[in-house]
């Protein structure tokens, strides 16, 4: 009996020092999440200047603060579903890139955000997503007179590639390997989604800054893209259709 009372009392031990290590866990990704954003807005104000006029800079045109307010919310569900990964995922290489992914889309997030409070606009846009897309070339010799490859017709309910609520549901409570699966497929269809705004901001935006971040995001998630496929494949897992 005082054996089993042993074994017990060391069962108990050990999943109270495992939850004490998950709650840690927990609040270091909040910490390092809440760093990400800060130096974020902390980059986007120092360069206030280039994006407020100044230095012969053009004032931020709807394609600018459109797309720092859509991307701001696509970004945040990346954010979200990266931190689902973080937590639950036992794959190393999974564990890896949903960091990578968190930090660096985190800080993007506060840098965007900042510019908005220096432009006085909304954190997100009013009127749907993506009506930006649609605004006439700029005149500062990006726009080439041709509208872009990803011209839209007006604003839209929800942007490609955002997964739905049910989506999410199921990738909370997945079963640790069903759960690395489908966080890739979500979040290679979420970057496939996105890529039509960061290369049209590239080309349209008026504003050196954000065609410079549009273009960079651009570049890191293709790169991605290609190694969520790969890891996907590995994995015995196929592309989602982009919604």
């Known amino acids: 009996m005082q054996a089993e009372a042993d074994i017990e009392t060391e069962s108990g031990t050990e999943h109270g020092f495992r939850a004490q290590v998950r709650g840690q866990g927990i609040a270091l990704l909040i910490l390092g999440a809440l760093g ?3 130096l ?3 980059i986007g104000t120092l360069v206030r200047l280039p994006l407020d006029g100044g230095s012969g800079e053009p004032d ?3 394609v ?9 919310t696509h970004h945040a569900q990346a954010v979200d579903m990266a931190g689902i990964a973080l937590l639950r995922s036992t794959d190393n290489d999974v564990r890896r890139l949903a960091y990578d992914i968190m930090t660096t889309q985190q800080n993007q997030v506060g840098r965007m955000q900042g510019w908005l409070q220096l432009w006085n606009k909304p954190a997100q846009g009013v009127e749907g997503f993506m009506g930006w897309m649609s605004e006439p070339s700029s005149e500062h010799g990006h726009g080439h007179g041709h509208g872009g490859g990803h011209q839209m017709s007006g604003s839209m309910a929800s942007m490609p590639g955002m997964a739905t609520q049910e989506e999410l549901a199921a990738l909370r409570q ?3 390997t069903e759960a690395d699966v489908m966080f ?11 890529m039509p705004m960061m290369e049209y901001a ?12 549009a273009a960079s995001m651009a570049e890191t ?3 991605e893209s290609r190694l969520l496929t790969t890891m996907l494949t590995a994995r015995g897992g196929a592309p989602l259709p982009l919604n």
């Open 64 to 72: 600018d603060v459109g797309f720092a307010q859509d991307m701001s």
């Open 36 to 38: 990400a954003i800060l």
């Open 202 to 213: 590239a080309e349209h935006a008026a504003t050196t800054a954000v065609r410079t971040l």
């Open 174 to 176: 997945a079963p640790a």
């Open 221 to 223: 998630q293709q790169a």
């Open 40 to 42: 974020g807005v902390a």
């Open 184 to 194: 890739l497929r979500l979040m290679l269809r979420h970057h496939q989604g996105g």
């Open 60 to 62: 931020p045109t709807a």
